[in-house]
């Protein structure tokens, strides 16, 4: 069976993670602070907070910003149902939009379609790691005080504009879930240009405790912590940030090979009528996170047909980005109507990407897709 992802781990992490274990250290220290540093450096901004995922990083970022009950939150709908189970977390209600076809993305207009007098900030997610257009949104909610948090969870190595995804003025959240490109098996970091929410988000992860573990560690027997509020346990292990230090040396590469897999896909399978493909948007460059496949009414058989016939041929695939409006988790939330989202959640696969792919395992792939269209 091809997969649809498989991790880039070897023995660089084995070794970082026994390093981690033999030294003695192996919750939140050291070598946290070092991913912290590098990733920051890395996207090209300020501060790095580690963080157990990037759902609790959203989490932390709308508790420290304020935003609570009686405020509402616009959301896409097309993510995972993390980004919308966040604003809840705080007492605050999530707002479905509606994203653009092409991108997958929110917009400025999607936003306005929904924002309201309540509505204090937006949860903008670069979808399968395709960059949404950020400078139309700034414009749209800098003259109504309403805040961006970025949900790049899968975002990890695009590009907006000539920056990397993270090199903004607004807190932008990441994941290291397996399905992501950089990986520590879970968690997530928040990185943000604002030292200042940089070091409240560091307290509000240990559960507010007044000194970090680092500095209790080298303190005097008798000087005691202590908690001025009510905090977290967000944190990432020592474990953990000594792989994500391998895994981002690796991420450049992983980058270009999954545009390498992309382009080959694109070629083989954009003249097919019926199948739409993905392509970078003219303000950006994707990471190819995930290699979306929208299969139209013209393809000669429907989305799930297609994931049932490459299954037959040993090939994984999975359902595209769910509509979280629709889960019955939010039946009690009315949302506006989201044609856009609804029409390519029924109609978008992720087919296979990850960087040990070969060029034969993705011909086997678009040579079955093929013959489908032929009606085999």
């Avoid at 257009?133 to 700034?138: N, S, T």
């Avoid at 299954?311 to 939010?330: I, N």
């Amino acid at each position: 069976m091809i997969p649809v992802m498989r991790p880039w781990l070897g023995e660089e992490e084995v070794a970082a993670a026994a390093a981690t274990i033999r030294s003695g250290w192996v919750a939140q220290g050291p070598r946290v602070a070092e991913f912290e540093e590098r990733l920051a450096a890395h996207v090209g901004n300020t501060a790095g907070v580690a963080v157990s995922s990037c759902t609790t990083g959203l989490h932390l970022v709308l508790h420290a910003l304020g935003i609570g009950p009686g405020d509402e939150v616009v959301v896409p709908s097309l993510s995972f149902i993390a980004t919308a189970n966040a604003p809840r977390y705080v007492g605050a209600t999530p707002v479905f939009a509606d994203v653009d076809l092409v991108t997958q993305n929110l917009t400025a207009a999607t936003i306005d379609a929904v924002a309201t007098e309540r509505t204090a900030a937006v949860i903008a997610v670069h979808q399968v790691g395709m960059p949404l257009d950020l400078d139309e949104i700034r414009r749209y909610c800098a003259g109504r005080g309403i805040r961006i948090i970025e949900d790049a969870a899968c975002a990890s190595g695009s590009v907006y504009r000539d920056s990397m995804v993270g090199a903004g003025p607004d807190p932008v959240v990441f994941s290291f879930h397996p399905r992501k490109l950089l990986t520590t098996g879970e968690g997530g970091m928040i990185i943000t240009a604002d030292t200042e929410l940089a070091t409240r988000l560091r307290t509000l992860r240990q559960h507010a405790m007044s000194v970090s573990a680092l500095d209790r560690h080298a303190a005097r027997a008798t000087d005691f912590e202590e908690y001025p509020e009510l905090g977290f346990n967000f944190r990432m292990t020592d474990m953990q940030a000594a792989v994500g230090i391998v895994q981002l040396d690796k991420l450049d590469a992983m980058v270009e090979r999954r545009r390498v897999l992309a382009a080959l896909y694109g070629e083989a399978l954009g003249p097919i009528p019926g199948l739409r493909v993905p392509v970078d948007p003219p303000y950006g460059r994707t990471n190819f996170q995930s290699y979306t496949l929208v299969v139209e009414d013209a393809f000669p058989v429907s989305r799930n047909g297609l994931m049932e016939k490459l299954h037959e041929a040993g090939v994984a695939t999975r359902r595209g980005v769910m509509a979280a409006h629709r889960e019955p988790t939010f039946d009690d939330h009315d949302a506006a109507p989201l044609p856009n989202t609804e029409w390519l959640a029924d109609r978008a696969m992720i087919m296979p990407m990850y960087h040990s792919m070969t060029e034969s395992d993705l011909g086997m792939v678009v040579d079955r897709i093929g013959r489908v269209a032929d009606g085999e």
